[in-house]
């Protein structure tokens, strides 16, 4: 193998291997300061009492390197690879070997089942590479000469919550903001509220849902750039935070953090609307690197 | 109000336990989650004895959780341990925790159809997503049942102190901050 692939192959693989652990022992920045913001505002006990406990994990599950959650979830890889990026086509090889020593390492709890079987692999990938487990997406990059890797490992809690809507096009985009209320009223504490929205609306019915997934990657507070999606994501997020869900469904202001959409053209028959829940411990890591190998950022 | 319950606990401890109220365990609670529950119920269905192990749970709690577990020289050590989503034990638990004689459950989002008068149980909530604090309470592995299931999917004899806060969150008399 050529001397330089070798060496980025390395090097990924060690930037891989922190980021996972990083992924699931750190809480990011914005749904900290979310956290801490919202203990001064809650009078409730019963949330205060919740979120003493949550800060508290936060910063003990940074300080000891130890999965904040015992749902290390399901490790979503999203690639962003240049153009001019030296060509990698091992991505799967690498991931699975990193994800195989990270299992016993950190540890992660293994969360692959086989669905007839019920036998865990225990290692936390698939027993067949053509079933993308764990799933990595990637996205190719024009005029682009670096690799930006995102980690997001998704529980399954708030995972069961999540739903596609294929609506009529006549009234589905008055609809689908009162599905949506529907269904996260529904769940009640099941997807660990507060919980984080992603809607994928428009494309077909499986590129939705991978819209809704990728709308989750976009930090907390920060809308969409079209004016008029901008405007659907604060009226989804108000109108869910009159459900007096809660921490955990137990009541109280909050029920969701923030709601992320993401638009794709529609068939003029179909209106498809999916949408993924995520928990209120959100966690997501990643990193940047260009063709030499040298890191741009690390987060 | 807050609340020390030592485990195992007798149902009259339990009575004047109210929705809202904040509990602190110590002592035996085992880890049960869905295929843990599917197993018992088939036992119990098909009349087949659970394993000795369980004779000593009565009037202990159970414990919705699939847990991160190390096995270090020789012995387990709970790595991260916070609540699943109960509701998915809906259909099979009346029937696991009159069987268990069990009075308390554990875990998050809280649970439908539960009979809690009749079966004299409460339900107390954890937090979901704070499991690397929830294993600094939990003192002890003692025993484990059911390793084949997988190392989350197994049951877990435990020993904890002051675990919590739990926040009851369905009561004995039926009432319910989910409601």
Known sequence: MDKKIEILGKKITDLLKKSIKKA?????????DFFKKLYKEEDNEISQTQLRLILENFQ?????????????????FYIKLGNRFPI?????????KVVQEATI????????VDPITNKNTETNIGLNIGLNSPPI??????????????????????????????????????????????????AGGKPCPPIILGV???????NSMILAKKALLRPIGVRHERQDVAELELKIKNSLNELNIGIMGLGGKVTCIDVHIEVSMRHPASFPVGVIVQCYCHRIASFKINKEGELIYEA | MRHNINLPAKVEDLLSLKIGDIVYLNGSIITARDLAHKRISNYIHEKKPLPNSFNKIKNTALYHCGPIIKKINEKYKIISAGPTTSE????????????LDIHILIGKGGMKNLDEKNLKVIYLSYPGGCGAVASRMIKEVVHVEWLDLGSSEAVWFLRVEQFG????????SGNSLYK
């Open chain 1, 105 to 112: 390492d950190i540890p992660l709890r293994s969360n692959s």
């Open chain 2, 88 to 99: 998915r034990m809906n259909s099979v638990e009346n029937d696991i925790i009159k069987f």
């Open chain 1, 60 to 76: 003990y599950g940074k300080k000891d390197e130890i999965p904040l959650c015992q749902d290390t979830g399901i490790l979503n």
């Open chain 2, 165 to 172: 806060p739990l926040i009851v969150a369905q009561d004995i």
């Open chain 1, 88 to 96: 990698i086509s091992s991505f799967r090889n690498i991931i699975d």
């Open chain 1, 200 to 206: 994928g609306l428009g494309g077909d019915a499986s």
């Open chain 1, 24 to 32: 699931v022992t750190t809480i990011p920045e914005d749904i900290f």
């Open chain 1, 137 to 186: 997406s990637i996205e190719i990059i024009d005029n682009s000469s670096d690799l930006e890797i995102i980690i997001l490992p998704k529980g399954g809690g708030a995972e069961n919550v999540s739903k596609l809507f294929m609506l009529d096009p006549i009234d589905g985009l008055e609809r689908f903001p009162l599905m949506i209320k529907e269904l996260i009223q529904k």
